[in-house]
């Protein structure tokens, strides 16, 4: 499974990609806008998915702690990240 952000880091409400979203859970590769990727973990929680992404260092040095999102499919498709912590 992969989860793909367009910008550098994940935010409140921000649009992502996910490929492969028949695979089962567990490990996956999560990438930003960047360049930057690492490995995740992602778990199903009903319609939605709960995401950990693990501390990371932006293509441009800023150091991100690790966060746990909730990503919601809206009504036209697109996936949005909500900060679960």
């Known amino acids: 499974m992969r989860f793909s952000f367009p910008h550098s ?6 649009r992502l990609t996910i490929e492969d ?3 089962s859970e567990g490990m996956c590769v999560v990438e930003f806008g960047d360049g930057v990727a690492m490995i995740g973990e ?6 939605d998915i709960r995401l950990s ?4 260092r932006t293509a441009k040095g800023t150091d ?3 966060r746990r999102w909730q990503l ?3 009504q ?3 996936w949005r990240s909500y900060r679960r912590s």
């Not at 880091?9 to 921000?14: D, N």
């Not at 992602?42 to 319609?47: L, Y």
Request: no cysteine.
């Open 21 to 23: 979203a028949e695979m």
């Open 42 to 47: 992602w778990h199903p929680d009903g319609d």
């Open 53 to 56: 992404v693990p501390a990371y």
């Open 72 to 74: 919601v499919r809206g």
């Open 76 to 78: 036209d498709g697109s």
């Open 64 to 66: 991100v702690d690790a």
């Open 9 to 14: 880091h994940a935010f409140q409400g921000g």
